[in-house]
């Protein structure tokens, strides 16, 4: 599965209570568990052991986590719990009714020494076929690899004209991009509803301004 290298396959299931049994959980986190998950399978661990591939200076390892869904879809509450007790990356294939997503967090490290990190946001392909799973193991370290996984992932989200801007920048780019397009979202919204002539060029004055931020980011 993802088309990685058989040395990396673990096929390895495990129990949903193990992320929780010993762990302080919310009533509702753990009524995700139950609601959205039939079962979890650890597929594949990449690290140095398995592939031909140093460690980086923030990923030592990148789990793959496939995830039997109950329904196709999937609260996101769920996976940032998940990532918060792994202290690892994950990669998550995501299966319901016999087609597949690929997901997976940014995962920025909070405290390096002792293997904390957040996720602060997911990307996600669109629904496929087993057989267009595929993914490349790109760079020469743990590092690089996980930032070309993130990026192919995104897809056009994380694509730029700059070809040194880090993964950071790229995520830092694409949550401006949503804030405006949000903003332009609810101020479309106020106009059409508008009724007075000088209320609506104020509005579309703003949305003029927003845009054009838009189109430089």
Request: charged share 30%.
């Amino acid at each position: 599965m993802l088309g990685l290298p058989k040395a990396t396959e673990f096929n390895r299931r495990i129990p949903k209570a193990k992320f929780y049994e010993n762990i302080n959980i919310t009533t509702s986190i753990k009524r995700l568990f139950v609601d959205q998950i039939k079962n979890i399978y650890w597929r594949n661990k990449i690290a140095s052991t398995t592939v031909n591939l140093i460690d980086g200076k923030y990923v030592t390892e990148i789990e793959v986590f496939e995830v039997n869904l109950n329904n196709s879809q999937v609260d996101i509450e769920l996976l940032k719990f998940i990532d918060s007790v792994i202290p690892y990356h994950i990669l998550y294939i995501l299966e319901y009714n016999g087609k597949y997503q690929v997901w997976i967090g940014y995962k920025e490290s909070t405290n390096i020494e002792k293997k904390k990190s957040k996720v602060d946001r997911y990307y996600h392909t669109n629904w496929l076929e087993e057989t267009e799973l595929i993914v490349k193991l790109e760079g020469l370290n743990l590092d690089d690899v996980y930032e070309n996984l993130v990026r192919q992932i995104a897809g056009d989200k994380l694509q730029s004209d700059n070809s040194i801007e880090s993964l950071k920048q790229s995520v830092e780019r694409d949550k401006e991009i949503e804030t405006l397009q949000k903003q332009i979202n609810i101020l479309q919204g106020k106009i059409r509803k508008e009724k007075q002539l000088n209320k609506q060029m104020e509005i579309n004055t703003e949305l003029k301004k927003l845009r054009s931020a838009l189109e430089k980011l």
